[in-house]
């Protein structure tokens, strides 16, 4: 278990470098490193010794830890071995090449020109599906790379509520956004001054600087080679430092996950988070919920004023609130607010099942992209880089992965009601700048168990409650019907 977390582990510094200070000659020369390295781990999983010591395993008396240990790691175990070499092979290439294409369709604005690579990987993605075994539905063996114990059973339904819910209020709660002036707007920030904020904010957040590190980036993200060693990446735009703080704190949200499991499980399967969707609760709930409150505004406004004098002049810490928690559908996904961030994810989520099971024809694809971005929020892309080609996650060929941006959010807002209900000093220690109570709060309940359940049981058992849309809503109409009116009225 501790050779594969530390393959794992290089791996994940060596792609951290990549994307930050790669000199770009060694471009090439990494990606063979990388090959080589993902190599050995898999070789190492597959290892017929292994099997045959997690079998002797599963014939013994064993402590609910070192169940779970086995579980997760005979759950990795298995789908690697399930998973022909010519398959890995095949999907590599078709991935490089998808890549390609989608770069090519981009620059010709074209999605015609993406549609070959696509296509050959859905194939691929069915032949993987058909070779990993799912119950009921085929999208279920792709989303339990991610996901692992969810179904679309189980997900569609809750989804499917939550975009009717979703629909009215972004409606109702956009017109109001509209009419409001945004005093922040062309406002320069200094980088440096941006980039001091933001290692303030990680510290205050809790995570331990001493134990990772914040880098440039152009899409942000956040790395881990161990808990004693979380990389962490934002992005500075002079003109938008709102975008830059909020990154920050979404991955910070993320690192303090990563830091925030129990030394004594450092080096075993039980390290880790038990899927994508609670990783990204842990994001959302600080980017949002805590990012987007009115006590943090409120609690940073001095600071602010002091490191940009000239940009702050005249701003209020009401406007900072209003300013962050404005609700304007658009045609980019990352750049959406919290509000409408879900109808992306949900018509990809659509969309991608339908793929899948050939109901929709790939030539179509772009078609019913512009249709349902209509439907849902009201726009219409001028070409497809603003529409169908905007994520490079199809042309990865990555399917089931959209989901867990949607399951983070109702984590998030899930486990953000039971913060408020258990510490009914909340909103006085957020505008103190006492965000410790929640890191604390998370530590004990989801960073410190790490992989002893699935998502799900692991929300159960922190909040009394399982996947819902309700605690989502009941946020935003508590948040948003403040500040637009309630979404009923019109
Ligand atoms: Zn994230």
């Known amino acids: 278990m501790r050779e594969l977390k530390d393959l794992s582990g290089v791996i994940g510094l060596a792609t951290w470098d990549q994307e930050t200070y790669l000199p770009p000659r060694a471009v090439a020369a990494r990606a063979g490193q990388l090959g080589t390295l993902q190599s050995i781990h898999h070789q190492r999983l597959t290892d017929p010794a292994l099997g045959r010591l997690l079998d002797e395993a599963r014939g013994k008396e064993l402590s609910t830890d070192a169940q779970a240990m086995l579980r997760a790691l005979s759950w990795e175990r298995d789908r690697a071995v399930k998973t022909p070499a010519a398959l890995v092979r095949a999907l590599a290439e078709a991935q490089s090449n998808g890549v390609e294409a989608w770069r090519e369709a981009r620059k010709a604005k074209s999605f015609s020109r ?8 859905l194939a691929l993605r069915r032949e993987q599906a058909d070779a990993l075994g799912y119950e009921a539905d085929r999208y279920d063996a792709l989303l339990e790379a991610y996901e692992p114990g969810m179904r679309v059973a189980r ?17 109702r709660w956009a017109e109001v956004t509209q009419r409001q002036s945004d005093p922040l707007t062309g406002r320069r920030f200094s980088g440096d001054a941006q980039w001091a904020f933001t290692l303030k904010l990680l510290e205050d957040m809790g995570f331990d600087l001493e134990a990772g590190r914040q880098d440039r980036s152009t899409h942000p993200f956040t790395g881990s080679t161990h ?3 979380v990389r962490l990446t934002t992005r500075v735009d002079e003109e938008d430092p709102f975008s830059t703080f909020s990154s920050t704190v979404h991955e910070g949200g993320h690192g303090l996950y990563e830091q925030g ?7 075993t399967p039980l390290a880790a988070a038990p899927s994508m969707g609670l990783h990204e609760s842990q994001s959302r709930l600080w980017e949002n919920c805590v990012g987007r409150h009115r006590g943090f505004w409120a ?6 004023s002091k ?6 002049a005249g701003v209020e810490p009401e406007a900072l609130y209003r300013k962050v928690n404005r609700v304007e559908p658009s045609l980019i996904r990352v750049e959406a607010d919290e ?3 879900n109808l992306h994810i949900i018509l990809r989520f659509e969309l991608e099942r339908k793929l899948l099971s050939g109901e929709l024809p790939i030539a179509e694809l772009p078609i019913e992209w512009d249709r349902r971005m209509a439907e849902l929020l009201g726009i219409r892309p001028e070409n497809d880089v603003q529409g169908v080609l905007q994520d490079i996650h199809w042309a990865w060929g990555e399917l089931g992965y959209f989901p867990t941006y949607a399951l983070g959010n109702l984590y998030a807002a899930t486990l953000f009601r039971s913060i408020q209900e258990g510490i009914s000093s909340l909103d006085a220690e957020l505008e103190r700048g006492n965000f410790r109570v929640v890191t604390e709060w998370l530590r004990a309940r989801i960073h410190r168990p790490g992989f002893r359940l699935y998502a799900e049981d692991r929300v159960r058992a922190a909040t009394g409650r399982g996947l819902n849309d309700a605690d989502f809503i009941g946020y935003l109409d508590a948040k948003y019907g403040a500040l637009y009116g309630s979404a009923s009225a019109s």
Do not use: I, N, Q, W
């Open 114 to 121: 993406f549609a070959p690579a696509l296509e050959r990987l």
């Open 155 to 171: 997900l569609e339904p809750v989804l499917g509520a939550l975009k009717e819910k979703l629909v009215p209020r972004v409606k």
């Open 227 to 229: 808990p004693t060693d």
């Open 261 to 267: 499991f129990s030394p004594e499980d450092y080096g």
């Open 299 to 304: 609690h940073y406004h001095p600071l602010l």
């Open 307 to 312: 490191l940009f004098p000239e940009a702050m």
């Open 339 to 341: 509000v409408t961030y």
